[in-house]
T-cell receptor
Framework: DTGVSQNPRHKITKRGQNVTFRCDPISEHNRLYWYRQTLGQGPEFLTYFQNEAQLEKSRLLSDRFSAERPKGSFSTLEIQRTEQGDSAMYLC???????????FGPGTRLTVL | EDQVTQSPEALRLQEGESSSLNCSYTVSGLRGLFWYRQDPGKGPEFLFTLYSAGEEKEKERLKATLTKKESFLHITAPKPEDSATYLCAVFKGAQKLVFGQGTRLTINP
């Protein structure tokens, strides 16, 4: 399968715990995006990498959120001190330079109890 | 502020009953408009990119069109397997997509 993959697919955690999600983009894509989607809404942009450089962050990305893309390959999104409002689907997408078309992974469903 | 609004929020059709979904936008510097399909619990699946007013794209029973203010996704003679949420998103070249809230389409057999 050469699509975008995300792990884990589901995560249940208690309020105050830290969680980390992983995204593996399509291998030839140098751009990687994180979005968050709540029930009944479209995805909302969180952050974007070109290779290993994080080039844009949304105001939605509070200081409890951090994303990395070491070596310009896979990416991780960490949420520290989770809150119930962080419960959502976290989506990763990738694209190639010059193409606006973004291809999404299956998402990680986070539930904060 | 950039806005993307989709209507209706939900649409229920009988199998074979054609209809259209609307995506209206107020965006400066639009570089492209995308349509995605999303099944429950899954990530969005790319359908079409439209770059300029007057452009049309087709795929099976779906046809997407674009004007300067809105896009339509026409579905012809739909089947139950076309049931999904359809999302439109605008691209300004700043790399992020701005999505509408989606239209939840149900096709009854």
């Amino acid at each position: 399968d050469t699509g975008v993959s995300q792990n884990p697919r589901h995560k249940i955690t208690k309020r105050g715990q830290n969680v980390t999600f992983r995204c593996d983009p399509i291998s030839e894509h140098n751009r990687l995006y994180w979005y968050r989607q709540t029930l009944g809404q479209g995805p909302e942009f969180l952050t974007y990498f070109q290779n290993e450089a994080q080039l844009e962050k949304s105001r939605l990305l509070s200081d409890r959120f951090s994303a990395e893309r070491p070596k310009g390959s896979f990416s991780t999104l960490e949420i520290q001190r989770t809150e119930q409002g962080d419960s959502a689907m976290y989506l990763c997408a990738s694209s190639s330079t010059g193409s606006g078309e973004q291809f999404f992974g299956p998402g990680t469903r986070l539930t904060v109890l | 502020e950039d806005q993307v609004t989709q209507s209706p929020e939900a649409l229920r059709l009988q199998e074979g009953e054609s209809s259209s979904l609307n995506c209206s936008y107020t965006v400066s510097g639009l570089r492209g408009l995308f349509w995605y399909r999303q099944d429950p619990g899954k990530g969005p699946e790319f359908l079409f990119t439209l770059y300029s007013a007057g452009e049309e794209k087709e795929k099976e029973r779906l046809k997407a069109t674009l004007t300067k203010k809105e896009s339509f996704l026409h579905i012809t003679a739909p089947k139950p397997e076309d049931s999904a949420t359809y999302l439109c998103a605008v691209f300004k070249g700043a790399q992020k997509l701005v999505f509408g809230q989606g239209t939840r389409l149900t096709i009854n057999p």
